[in-house]
């Protein structure tokens, strides 16, 4: 038995390294509480972001559906889920002060847990995507598996690695020496036939996870009509805005639509909420959440928000949708702007591509 395993810490691109640890080591931080103290919580700063979160916020559809009712139903969701894994199932709880969230409380996460998990002697290499979307609870699908030994069928138990710097060749039959972290061990499902070898593109679950390093539920295909998934702080906005039932609402940012969604349940779907978003595909997104969560009172646009007020009579008459963006002066009873960011801590990470430019842009992008 190996002892209990731990996450690298995350690296990033070596300026934006050099730009965050400067930024977080500034000399008023170092005045209070010294070069030494900075720098170890810098380091265990690094060493948090590639941990999933110790807790899951999920905020309920309040307006088709009750708490107690959803909370009891997501209970045994989750003890069927951690039942087939032999693990203490995660224990779900109100929030203490908002009364459409719920919190569900992991097990255990990497190096807390009572009985170690070992790897065993087949491997399974997958993308960094699908292995930071292990970290939170989910197993594994085809497009994610990156390289698997030519004796692997179904049914077999394997030990699951992520690639930490994308070096892995898809496909590869021989065993990956590279730089690689230990997720869990799981029950083949699909085999490395039916993977790398047939005509047709695989798709479904590859691998399902029976002992991850980590207790995070996976919550894909739960109670969807029922509940979000959403970080706390975008729920405590919704209710700092506490639109009034029948206000006009702009989000200025909506896309995926969860802040959007929150806004309109706080209405009780009465009124209008425009969602705006420069994507195409994200506002499809925003709509799709909308029909998700039963809510009518969503009017989504691919529009440029920072040009979503004018003056221009000719701009602002409308032919067909009156919804539609730009709008005059004083259309809203509240506005709301999530501008975009870098994402840092939102989820586990162990290797970040972003590029120094692309972090830059977002200080000057937030303040335009």
Same mark, same amino acid.
């Given at each position: @038995? @190996?002892?209990?395993?731990?996450?690298?810490? =995350?690296?990033?691109?070596?300026?934006?390294?050099?730009?965050?640890?400067?930024?977080?080591? %500034?000399?008023?931080? #170092? &005045?209070?509480?010294?070069?030494?103290?900075?720098?170890?919580?810098?380091?265990?700063?690094?060493?948090?972001?590639?941990?999933?979160?110790?807790?899951?916020?999920?905020? =309920? %559809?309040?307006?088709?559906?009750?708490?107690?009712?959803?909370?009891?139903?997501?209970?045994?969701?989750?003890?069927?889920?951690?039942? =087939?894994?032999? !693990?203490?199932?995660?224990?779900?709880?109100?929030?203490? /002060?908002?009364?459409?969230?719920?919190?569900?409380? &992991?097990?255990?996460?990497?190096?807390?847990?009572?009985?170690?998990?070992?790897?065993?002697?087949?491997?399974?290499?997958?993308?960094?995507?699908?292995?930071?979307?292990?970290?939170?609870?989910?197993? #594994?699908?085809?497009?994610?598996?990156?390289?698997?030994?030519?004796?692997?069928?179904?049914?077999? $138990?394997?030990?699951?690695?992520?690639?930490?710097?994308?070096? /892995?060749?898809? *496909?590869?039959? $021989?065993?990956?020496?590279?730089?690689?972290?230990?997720?869990?061990?799981?029950?083949?499902?699909?085999?490395?036939?039916?993977?790398?070898?047939?005509?047709?593109?695989?798709?479904?679950?590859?691998?399902?996870?029976?002992?991850?390093? /980590?207790?995070?539920?996976?919550?894909?295909?739960?109670?969807?009509?029922?509940?979000?998934?959403?970080?706390?702080?975008? #729920?405590?906005?919704?209710?700092?805005?506490?639109?009034?039932? *029948? &206000?006009?609402?702009?989000?200025?940012?909506?896309?995926?639509?969860?802040?959007?969604?929150?806004?309109?349940?706080?209405?009780?779907?009465?009124?209008?909420?425009?969602?705006?978003?420069?994507?195409?595909?994200?506002? !499809?997104?925003?709509?799709?959440?909308?029909?998700?969560?039963?809510?009518?009172?969503?009017?989504?646009?691919?529009?440029?928000?920072?040009?979503?007020?004018? !003056?221009? @009579?000719?701009?602002?008459?409308?032919?067909?949708?009156?919804?539609?963006?730009?709008?005059?002066?004083?259309?809203?009873?509240?506005?709301?702007?999530?501008?975009? /960011?870098?994402?840092?801590?939102?989820?586990?990470?162990?290797?970040?591509?972003?590029?120094?430019?692309?972090?830059?842009?977002?200080?000057?992008?937030?303040?335009?």
């Amino acid at each position: @038995m @190996m002892g209990s395993v731990t996450l690298p810490k =995350v690296t990033f691109q070596p300026y934006v390294e050099e730009l965050l640890e400067k930024s977080y080591l %500034n000399e008023k931080a #170092i &005045s209070q509480v010294g070069d030494e103290v900075c720098k170890q919580r810098w380091n265990s700063l690094l060493t948090a972001l590639s941990y999933p979160p110790a807790y899951t916020v999920l905020r =309920v %559809n309040t307006l088709h559906h009750s708490k107690e009712d959803t909370k009891q139903q997501l209970s045994q969701a989750l003890y069927q889920q951690f039942s =087939v894994k032999q !693990r203490l199932p995660a224990e779900v709880s109100d929030h203490p /002060c908002l009364d459409d969230t719920l919190i569900i409380t &992991s097990g255990s996460l990497p190096g807390t847990n009572e009985v170690p998990v070992s790897p065993c002697s087949k491997q399974v290499i997958v993308d960094q995507q699908c292995g930071l979307a292990v970290l939170r609870g989910a197993d #594994i699908f085809a497009p994610g598996v990156l390289a698997a030994l030519p004796d692997m069928v179904k049914g077999d $138990k394997v030990s699951v690695y992520v690639d930490v710097n994308g070096s /892995c060749r898809r *496909g590869l039959t $021989k065993p990956f020496e590279g730089e690689k972290v230990f997720l869990g061990n799981g029950d083949v499902v699909l085999g490395r036939r039916e993977l790398f070898v047939t005509t047709c593109v695989p798709r479904g679950v590859a691998v399902r996870m029976t002992e991850p390093i /980590c207790d995070c539920p996976s919550l894909n295909g739960v109670l969807t009509d029922r509940l979000f998934l959403q970080n706390l702080p975008s #729920i405590v906005v919704g209710h700092v805005v506490s639109p009034a039932v *029948g &206000s006009r609402v702009l989000d200025m940012c909506a896309a995926p639509g969860g802040k959007t969604t929150h806004l309109a349940t706080l209405m009780k779907d009465q009124g209008v909420v425009i969602a705006l978003d420069k994507s195409t595909n994200k506002i !499809r997104k925003v709509e799709e959440n909308a029909k998700r969560l039963g809510l009518s009172c969503i009017h989504a646009y691919s529009y440029d928000s920072t040009k979503a007020c004018s !003056r221009d @009579m000719k701009m602002l008459m409308h032919d067909a949708d009156v919804n539609a963006p730009p709008y005059p002066p004083g259309t809203f009873d509240c506005v709301l702007l999530d501008a975009p /960011c870098s994402g840092l801590g939102q989820r586990p990470q162990i290797s970040n591509q972003l590029q120094l430019s692309e972090l830059k842009s977002y200080p000057a992008y937030q303040r335009c």
